[in-house]
């Protein structure tokens, strides 16, 4: 069975300051890899995703995410945060096209000034 | 191009009450999944429709069902309702005829039973 992993429940970073959020997954195969973003009271956004090719993926407002098949980890990382990028982040897996996908318990992110 | 859409925003209810939640799809969308997030945790897997058809159900009693329209629009059904069902429900849509893996969330349903 699938699972997700996020080790950390909060973390607090420095605007400005680099950010990498952890994901461990658990599954057999090759799996589809994805990070979203939730602002208080609202839905989930699609930051990237990870299926085959390169393991560094891009993604939107200036994140990355790099998949390490040895470690069975896809952390996300962003260079410079921003006070906006307070929010919490969801790593999930999926085990195909359309599957259903599973969730971490998520990571909380506080930017300070 | 509108998104995933998701009614009602908030919903009280009572417990022993049966609600409906609703979900319209993106457009161009096939495939509606529902998912409930409880306060403070990730969300789960609920079921997944496809074709009007349930395709995969995860770990959720039969209190739980849907159903998907001819538009590819869905409803969440939960029957029974406990003080544990309140959560937000998500629901998701993705196009699986296109071969398309990545899942598009609505803003969520906010259930309270009281």
């Known amino acids: 069975a699938q699972s997700v992993t996020q080790p950390d429940i909060h973390i607090t970073v420095s605007e400005g300051a680099s950010l990498e959020l952890r994901c461990n997954y658990s599954?057999?195969?090759?799996?589809?890899l994805f990070w979203y973003v939730q602002s208080p009271g609202q839905g989930l956004q699609l930051l990237l995703k990870?299926?085959?090719?390169?393991?560094l993926v891009q993604g939107i407002k200036g994140f990355e995410a790099e998949f390490k098949r040895s470690q069975s980890s896809f952390n996300l990382r962003k260079p410079s945060v921003h006070w906006s990028d307070a929010a919490e982040y969801f790593c999930?897996?999926?085990?195909?096209?359309?599957?259903?996908?599973?969730f971490g318990a998520g990571t909380i992110l506080r930017v300070k000034s | 191009d509108a998104g995933v859409t998701q009614s009602p925003t908030h919903l009280i209810k009572t417990r022993g009450q049966q609600v409906t939640l609703r979900c319209s799809p993106k457009?161009?969308?096939?495939?509606v999944s529902w998912y409930q997030q409880a306060l403070g945790q990730g969300p789960q897997f609920i079921f997944q429709?496809?074709?009007?058809?349930?395709?995969q159900r995860g770990n959720f009693p039969d209190r739980f069902s849907g159903h998907q329209f001819p538009n590819y629009s869905s409803e969440l059904n939960v029957n029974a309702l406990l003080l544990g069902d309140s959560a937000l429900y998500l629901c998701?849509?993705?196009?699986?005829?296109?071969?398309?893996?990545?899942?598009?969330f609505g803003p969520g349903t906010r259930l309270t039973v009281l």
């Open positions: 998701a849509s993705s196009w699986t005829s296109g071969g398309a893996a990545e899942q598009f």
């Open positions: 599954y057999g195969a090759t799996p589809y």
């Open positions: 990870y299926f085959s090719g390169d393991t």
């Open positions: 999930a897996v999926g085990a195909e096209y359309g599957n259903k996908l599973v």
């Open positions: 457009s161009g969308h096939d495939t």
């Open positions: 429709y496809y074709e009007e058809e349930e395709r």
